[in-house]
């Protein structure tokens, strides 16, 4: 009897820190949608080695739309590709979510304040808020193959 009592005891742990796990996983490759819910491009969320979460856009699904620049951004990233942009940075861990960032509208050249966490209900879509005083949106980038 103890042992069953044991066994259960640990496959309940093994799941909760599952779970925990999978709510934590931001990490990897996130395909980002337009409106219309079009793919426009894969983006990679990546840790720092001084803890600084950021977002790189590794591919741009339009071939035709690869060698774009992002003309409207300000500073560095003016006229760089936005293919190999890193769009998102400043990001850190803060309970679920990790937050504390910023992130850029290529085709704008705005700046926002960021926050991102997995979706509680599946931990293959990621939600990416973008925040402007008041106003923000929330979008919802599935997790790439």
Same mark, same amino acid.
């Given at each position: 009897? %103890? %042992?069953?009592?044991?066994? &259960?005891? #640990?496959?309940?742990?093994?799941? +909760?820190? *599952? +779970?925990? *796990? ?14 219309? !819910? ?5 983006? %990679? ?5 001084? !803890?600084?979460?950021?977002? =790189?856009?590794?591919?741009?699904? =339009? ?5 774009? /620049?992002?003309? +409207?951004? =300000? ?8 293919? !190999? /942009? ?16 910023? #992130? #850029?509208?290529?085709? &704008? !050249?705005?700046?926002?304040?960021? =926050? #991102?966490?997995?979706?509680? *209900? ?24």
């Amino acid at each position: 009897m %103890k %042992k069953y009592i044991l066994f &259960s005891v #640990i496959f309940i742990a093994l799941g +909760a820190l *599952n +779970a925990v *796990n999978a709510q934590d996983d931001i990490f990897g490759e996130w395909k980002c949608t337009n409106d219309e !819910g079009k793919v426009n491009s894969i983006v %990679k969320i990546y840790q720092k080695d001084d !803890g600084e979460v950021c977002g =790189k856009v590794v591919r741009i699904t =339009k071939e035709e739309d690869r060698d774009k /620049l992002c003309t +409207a951004c =300000k500073g560095d990233l003016k006229n760089k590709p936005i293919e !190999g /942009l890193q769009l998102m940075h400043g990001l850190r861990k803060d309970g679920n979510e990790y937050s504390g960032g910023e #992130i #850029i509208h290529p085709k &704008s !050249g705005k700046e926002y304040k960021v =926050k #991102i966490w997995v979706d509680e *209900n599946d931990p293959d879509k990621l939600k990416v808020r973008g925040y402007l005083a008041f106003f923000y949106k929330t979008m919802t980038w599935e997790r790439a193959e």
